[in-house]
């Protein structure tokens, strides 16, 4: 760990000097990169220096205890070195954790697609139902939020709605909520008072910009139709609604949220993008998960990762089988709890195989 953490801090000096350059001063791409590197490895090398520190006063107590005569001095040594011990195994675990492969995807804003599965109706209202939840934690967190797609359901909730999340470290908390959701509770349309068992797929997309992903423009078939729902006088009047079709994948998007059809053209175009990026994700993630069993953060739509029990109050994650009893409260936003365990659960994979990797 010493040898990484020695490495790092030489990164931070050379990136430190590189920024005074004026070719790079002057370059404001660069400049803009290595301000985000050198603002990532300080936090590092801070932690370091603490670290460096208690490992000196450790050899200096150890020292005063081995050599000196005076037994007040060899006391005071041994009070140091019990709270200095402590305090190492503390910043050790600090510093494992921070040496852990950063996702370059988790600073990025997320594509947020929320769809009914199994279940009708009730897939429906239930899709709805997690809109609402994630509206409510997006809006605790300080982010904002803004509606590219929806398509409302026959009974009330959503057949599928699609956001754009912008914020701080959006992807890296939203990236654990990819997956089946599914809800076990009597719907409002049941008349004999039966449970039945609906499903919602969830869907957090990093957004691509074109430095992560080049589309071209030959490749995309664009069709413009009526907006529908509300919106005033120019709905199904106007043809401000867009769909793109990317003709190798077959990937389809479509936007009609604003009443301009360029607006909505910037829109489908950035969620086809994040789409795009997101397979070639996939096929990146699907090579290494040999190496890597965990269901952790692998996103996968296919995986059931969360059931919402109404009779029992229940909301069970399958991931790590973590379990609380506060639905409504869960239901209102409170994901917190959850998203904390699913990172520490994926640090801790990482921890293990970046220990493995050292050796």
């Known amino acids: 760990m010493l040898n990484q953490l020695e490495a790092i801090r030489e990164r931070y000096e050379e990136v430190s000097q590189q920024m005074t350059m004026p070719e790079v001063v002057s370059d404001m791409t660069k400049f ?8 990532d490895l300080e936090k590092i090398v801070n932690e370091y220096k603490i670290y460096k520190n208690v490992l000196s006063n450790i050899e200096g107590a150890k020292d005063i205890i081995a050599n000196e005569k005076d037994e007040e001095m060899r006391d005071l040594a041994k009070e140091e070195l019990d709270e200095l011990l402590p305090q190492k195994e503390t910043l050790e675990a600090t510093l494992k954790e921070m040496l852990i492969p950063k996702d370059p995807n988790d600073s990025k804003n997320v594509i947020l697609e929320i769809r009914a599965g199994t279940g009708g109706d009730e897939a429906s209202i239930f899709a709805g139902d997690l809109f609402r939840m994630y509206q409510r934690f997006i809006e605790k ?13 026959t009974a009330g909730g959503y057949k599928e709605i699609v956001v754009q999340v912008e914020g701080e470290d959006v992807y ?32 957090a997309l990093p957004e691509a910009d074109e430095v992560d992903l080049t589309i071209n423009m030959n490749d ?28 190798p994948t077959g990937v389809t998007v479509s936007c009609q949220d604003e009443r301009s059809q360029i607006k909505n053209r910037e829109k489908a175009l950035s969620v086809l993008r994040s789409r795009l990026y997101e397979m070639e994700m996939a096929k990146h993630n699907e090579a290494i998960s040999a190496e890597r069993k965990g269901l952790v953060g692998n996103g996968d739509r296919s995986d059931k990762i969360r059931t919402y029990n109404y009779p029992q109050s229940r909301v069970t994650d ?39 990797a050292v050796a």
């Open 32 to 39: 803009t990169r290595l301000s985000k590197e050198y603002k």
């Open 220 to 247: 995309i078939r664009v069709d413009t139709f009526c907006s529908s729902g509300a919106g005033g006088q120019s709905v199904n009047t106007t043809y401000s609604a867009v769909r793109m079709v990317h003709i």
């Open 172 to 203: 890296g908390k939203l990236k654990y909520e990819s997956g089946v959701h599914r809800v076990q509770r009597v719907p409002a349309t049941e008349s004999q008072g039966r449970v039945h068992t609906s499903a919602a797929t969830v869907a």
């Open 141 to 153: 967190q300080g982010w904002r939020m803004t509606l590219l797609d929806h398509n409302e359901g």
């Open 318 to 356: 399958h991931r790590i089988g973590y379990t609380v009893y506060n639905l409504p409260t869960v239901m209102e936003g409170e994901i917190d709890g959850f998203i904390e365990q699913l990172r520490m659960a994926d640090n801790a994979e990482k921890i293990k195989e970046n220990a493995m």
